[in-house]
């Protein structure tokens, strides 16, 4: 059980790590959200948008 402790608090310090670094970035419109992704080339990004459809043959620049 020490293992399985130690593993979850290891974790937990790179979650709360992360947490800090996070940013919302709220746009007007859907292409908005393509050009600045884009522009930033993200490695991760989540879209929350009522306009799925819009993003599903975007040629969307990610970095890595």
Not at 17 to 27: F, G, R, S, Y
Not at 29 to 51: F, R, W
Request: glycine share 2%; with cysteine.
């Amino acid at each position: 059980m020490a293992f399985a402790r130690t593993n979850i608090k290891s974790r937990q310090s790179i979650i709360e790590k992360a947490l800090e670094n996070k940013k919302l970035i709220l746009v007007n419109s859907d292409q908005v959200a393509v050009d600045l992704i884009n522009y930033y080339g993200p490695e991760h990004y989540i879209l929350c948008t009522k306009n799925n459809a819009f993003f599903v043959d975007k040629d969307l620049r990610l970095t890595s």
